[in-house]
Structure formats: structure tokens, C-alpha cells
């Protein structure tokens, strides 16, 4: 509307504020739906100005990852634990404890290390309830507990050489 009254003097009558408010309405459609005119080189260069804040961004809200890679040399110096009798499920947890230390090791990598040098009982243990648990304290624990050491070394050899003796005795 170019001014609220007419040449003459009077207001615009409501046919032609709704022609003018149309006219109005066309005018802001055609401009906003007009193709962009940017160029293809300075389209390509704010492309690569946005991917480059992402990046800059996701270091920013990682600041304290940092990615260490398990080798199977520091993997293959943990034993294998069986889950024999004789086995000590803590001495065990110590070594893993100290390995990992000296390998700078994640607890989640910590986690899979031990996973993987496991046979045996021990095995089937992880495989059955061991899964359960994703955190290493939490199934540090829960593998302790199953697996703790119930007799001492002088109590197994004394068991062993009863074995011995009942065999020689058949």
C-alpha cells in the first residue's frame, strides 16, 4: 500500500486492500522462491569450511579420547586362565591390571584382553554370565567372586597326591 488514502482523498475501499494485499503476498512468494545464484566454487568452499568445523567440533567435545590400539604382544603376555582349581583368579586380575598399566590400556580394552585369554571353565563362564558385564570393575568382580580361590597350594598338592595314591592303588 503506497499510502492509506487515495489520489483523491479517500480511503481505499476493501476490494481493492484485498487486490493490493494479493499483489503483496505474490510478490514475497517470487522472491522467496528464488534459486539460489551462488557460484559452484564458493558453494564448494563453504562445503568444505562447514566439514571442517564438524571435524573441529568433534575433536572439541573429545578432547579426552585418545585411541590406543591393543597388539596381540601385549594380549599374548597376559596367561591364559583356565579356571582350574589351581588357577588364582586374582593373581591372574593383577597381571591383567599390571599389562595394561604398562600398555597405557583402556579399561574397555583392558576388558577385552582378559576376555581373550580365557579357556576353559573360565570360558564357558564368560560365555554363559561373563557378557553380562560391559564395565571391567563391574565384571572384575563378578569373575573374582566365581572365581576365588578356595584351597590353598599346600591343600591341592595334599589332594593331588591323594589322586596319585588311588590310582596306583587300582
Known amino acids: 500500500m503506497q499510502s492509506q488514502k487515495n489520489d483523491d482523498g479517500t480511503f481505499p475501499d476493501k476490494t481493492e ?46 578432547q579426552n579420547v585418545i585411541q590406543i590400539t591393543s597388539t596381540n604382544d601385549t594380549a599374548n603376555s597376559i596367561q591364559i586362565f583356565k579356571g582350574d582349581i589351581i588357577d588364582n583368579a586374582f593373581e591372574w586380575m593383577k597381571e591383567v591390571e599390571r599389562i595394561s598399566t604398562l600398555a597405557h590400556l583402556s ?14 571353565s573360565a570360558k564357558n563362564w564368560q560365555l554363559s554370565t ?27 598338592l595334599a589332594h593331588q597326591s591323594e589322586r596319585k595314591l588311588s590310582t596306583v592303588k587300582l
Open 17 to 62: 486492500l484485498l487486490k493490493e494485499i494479493k499483489s503483496l503476498r505474490k510478490q514475497v512468494e517470487l522472491l522467496s522462491n528464488r534459486p539460489p545464484q551462488i557460484d559452484p566454487s564458493i558453494a564448494a568452499v563453504l562445503s568444505t569450511l562447514i566439514e571442517t568445523q564438524k571435524q573441529l567440533l568433534d575433536r572439541q567435545t573429545n
Open 107 to 120: 579399561n574397555e580394552l583392558k576388558l577385552t584382553n582378559a576376555i581373550s585369554r580365557l579357556s576353559g
Open 130 to 156: 561373563g557378557k553380562n558385564f560391559n564395565d571391567w570393575t563391574v565384571w572384575k568382580t563378578a569373575f573374582a567372586s566365581r572365581f576365588k580361590r578356595r584351597i590353598t597350594m599346600q591343600e591341592f
